[in-house]
């Protein structure tokens, strides 16, 4: 009696766990309402066009670019990038697409689902993509690559094909989600500052500045055909002098005069 009553217990819990699965599962990103969509890509980390979570993207490019988006991302959301790249008819063979995710610190970051590197053969229209990141966490250990609140830069590229099909026109829609957004978790810590790639590291000279004639003026003509006195020359005269005086010493206590 107790063992069929144990019985029943565990398939009743299981039936609930299984009633309760559809319920918690997280549902596909969907377009935000009146949200802008974004037709340009940018070309490198630097150049990486913003986006947001819910805005959509369609541009136009060509089969070898190399194309970037970044977006933020908070403590406690699950983000998921979903993209669409549509072929030209008539292509050569197949080929391999990926998605890759980095933080602000240009790490990689893993994806829990998703196809990230799918393959599609030559008969193929379209191929679709995807990754959904791990949760963001306020704070980790400075030698884990566990993602932080900051910016994500998205990249999508094509890593195998035939050499013919390279430059064809392509067409590419791609969505940033969040998916679940648990908010600030109960972890002992927080973020000093979010990671956010520097776009702005330095200026560009256009032309050459030019020089100051009255600095030419001063310097010396004789000084330009001597070195610089270093250290490497101030220890070198040293040990020189210091070896003369040893010659010098060790040839008076060793001399003797010739006796007739």
Not at 42 to 67: K, M, N, W
Not at 185 to 201: C, F, I, M, Q, R
């Amino acid at each position: 009696m107790r063992t069929a009553l144990l019985r029943s217990l565990a398939a009743l819990l299981a039936a609930s766990g299984a009633a309760l699965l559809p319920a918690t599962a997280v549902a596909a990103p969907t377009p935000s309402p009146g949200a802008t969509p974004v037709n340009r890509a940018g070309t490198s980390f630097l150049s990486a066009t913003p986006i947001s979570a819910g805005q959509p993207v369609r541009v136009d490019a060509s089969i070898g670019d190399h194309l970037y988006w970044s977006f933020p991302a908070t403590a406690g959301q699950v983000q998921e990038i979903s993209a669409t790249v549509t072929f030209p008819k008539g292509r050569s063979g197949a080929s391999t697409w990926t998605v890759d995710v980095f933080d602000g610190l240009r790490r990689r970051q893993a994806c829990t689902a998703g196809a990230q590197t799918p393959t599609v053969d030559a008969t193929a229209t379209s191929v679709a993509l995807g990754c959904t990141l791990r949760e963001v966490r306020p704070w980790a250990e400075p030698w884990s690559a566990d993602p932080l609140p900051g910016s994500y830069v998205v990249r999508l590229s094509v890593i195998d094909l035939p050499e013919p099909d390279l430059g064809a026109p392509i067409d590419v829609d791609l969505l940033v989600g969040t998916i679940a957004d648990r908010g600030a978790s109960a972890d002992d810590g927080e973020l000093a500052a979010p990671l956010v790639p520097n776009t702005k590291a330095g200026t560009v000279l256009n032309a050459v500045p030019p020089a100051d004639p009255e600095a030419d003026d001063e310097g010396d003509p004789l000084a330009d055909w001597l070195p610089d006195l270093g250290s490497r020359w101030v220890w070198t005269g040293i040990g020189g002098a210091l070896a003369a005086v040893a010659g010098v010493v060790g040839f008076a206590v060793t001399w003797r005069p010739r006796r007739r």
